[in-house]
C-alpha cells in the first residue's frame, strides 16, 4: 500500500517571519491529502523558538488529522535545541531522508 508523502525544504533561518508561510504550505499538503509529511532540515541554519513553536503545532494539526510529520537532516545548533527542549522525543527525527525512506519502506 502506498502512502502520500510530502515532502517540505525549508531554507536558511525558521523563525517568526517566516513562520506562517511554513505553516499555510504544510495545510496546503494536509488539504492535497498528504499522508506523511517530512520536514527535510538540510537547508536550515538556524530555528529560534517561534520557529520551534511553530513546528509543534504543525506537529499538533497534523497528529489531529492522524497523519504522520517526519523531520530528517537536523544540523547541530537545531540537534542541540530538540535535545534542551526534549523535543528530539516529540518528533519522529531521522538522520537523512535515506535513512527516513529506509524506515518508511520497513514500516
Do not use: H, W
Request: aromatic fraction near 6%.
Amino acid at each position: 500500500m502506498s502512502v502520500k508523502l510530502e515532502v517540505i525544504t525549508p531554507e536558511g533561518i525558521l523563525d517568526g517571519t517566516k513562520a506562517e508561510e511554513f505553516r499555510q504550505t504544510v495545510d496546503e499538503m494536509l488539504v492535497a491529502g498528504a499522508e506523511v509529511i517530512l520536514i527535510d532540515l538540510k537547508e536550515i541554519t538556524f530555528i529560534d523558538s517561534s520557529g520551534l513553536g511553530t513546528l509543534v503545532v504543525i506537529l499538533k494539526k497534523v497528529r489531529g488529522m492522524s497523519r504522520k510529520l517526519c523531520i530528517c537532516s537536523i544540523n547541530d545548533q537545531v540537534r542541540m535545541l530538540f535535545e534542551l527542549t526534549s523535543m528530539d522525543r516529540v518528533f519522529d527525527v531521522y538522520e537523512n531522508r535515506a535513512a527516513f525512506e529506509s524506515a518508511m519502506a520497513n514500516a
